[in-house]
């Protein structure tokens, strides 16, 4: 049969038939006819249904992208997870079920229209992380997907199949943020000096946009699934650490930003840090961290940079943590 696909099309082939009529059809070619016919009456249908599939899915996307996102507070989190009973983990799993579509459809919606074609570049069309490969954009789709097939949450069996599933929508995005690098870094390369390097603002707004919603996105996840811990860190109620002391944090963040600083130039500048070693405050030990070493490597690259030539000694990068009545302020300095 599929020779016979392959060689001509059964118009063509019944054509040579025709000059010699009485025509008699073997029983065989009629079954190669019909399987050939069925064949392609499926495979139209499969498209027909995937470009219906697609558009129903596109304006599901569109319409969950339009509904008004709910902000949580970090204070609301702490109250709220205090006591992680069955009855307020079915409503934080309630609450997510409706809300995480709304914020990975915006997502979505805004990874097909990025400016100076960043959408088009291989990174963000498909990440070589995975195989087969998938763009980044069917990442937050298939997520859309997921929790919009999820049925309505009603009981505590609900609530644990619906928590397996966040975690694994979690992890599928685990490399968004080294494939969207990849396509900045690819467009920066191919526009070159093309683009003036303040018309690329709307670039950096988009992706702040992006990785703030990334953000809150993981962080929604991550609280649901921390408040299942059955023996949770004391002072801590999900990720949030209630007594988090920020002179630790940047101390923990200073040495791992050396390390790296002395494994590129082999050396690194002392850091010093300044503060209250007795104040705590609540926050999402994580975040901190993160936040904290990237400016003091930042500044450790700098001061090493600058330095690395000269006969002088590279000065301290100092770490000023002050907390005030409705704020805490950590200020990275370097020479």
Not at 132 to 138: A, I, Q, S
Not at 270 to 299: A, C, Q, R, W
Request: proline residues 7%; charged residues 25%; positive net charge.
């Amino acid at each position: 049969m599929l020779r016979l696909q392959k060689r001509a099309s059964p118009i063509s082939w019944l054509s040579s038939f025709c000059s010699s009529p009485p025509l008699v059809i073997p029983s065989t070619v009629l079954r190669c006819l019909r399987l050939r016919s069925s064949f392609l009456g499926q495979a139209m249908a499969v498209k027909k249904a995937a470009e219906s599939f697609s558009k129903a899915l596109a304006e599901e996307v569109q319409r969950w992208g339009s509904m008004k996102q709910n902000g949580v507070s970090l204070r609301y989190m702490m109250e709220f997870g205090a006591r992680p009973d069955q009855n307020n983990l079915l409503i934080s799993a309630q609450f997510l079920h409706k809300e995480l579509p709304i914020r990975i459809a915006r997502r979505a919606i805004e990874l097909e229209s990025l400016p100076f074609g960043l959408s088009e570049k291989p990174a963000v069309l498909k990440a070589d992380f995975e195989i087969p490969p998938f763009k980044v954009r069917d990442w937050y789709l298939d997520s859309f997907r997921d929790l919009r097939s999820f049925p309505e949450i009603k009981d505590t069996n609900d609530e644990l199949a619906f928590t397996q599933m966040i975690k694994m929508i979690k992890v599928r995005h685990n490399n968004v943020v080294p494939a969207m690098a990849l396509g900045v870094q690819q467009l920066k390369r191919d526009l070159k000096l093309k683009v003036m390097p303040t018309e690329l603002q709307e670039i950096h707004q988009f992706l702040d946009r992006f990785y703030m919603s990334r953000i809150g996105i993981r962080m929604l996840i991550g609280q649901h699934v921390a408040l299942h811990d059955p023996d949770p860190e004391p002072g801590c109620v999900g990720q949030i650490n209630t007594r988090l002391s920020p002179m630790q944090v940047a101390q923990a963040a200073s040495e791992d930003a050396r390390c790296i600083c002395s494994r590129e130039y082999g050396s690194a500048p002392e850091v010093n840090i300044y503060g209250d070693p007795n104040f705590t405050f609540p926050y999402v030990p994580s975040h901190l961290h993160l936040m904290v070493f990237e400016l003091v490597k930042n500044s450790l690259r700098a001061v090493q940079e600058c330095f690395m030539n000269s006969d002088k000694n590279a000065p301290p990068v100092r770490i000023i943590v002050a907390d005030g009545i409705e704020d805490v302020t950590i200020k990275v300095r370097y020479q």
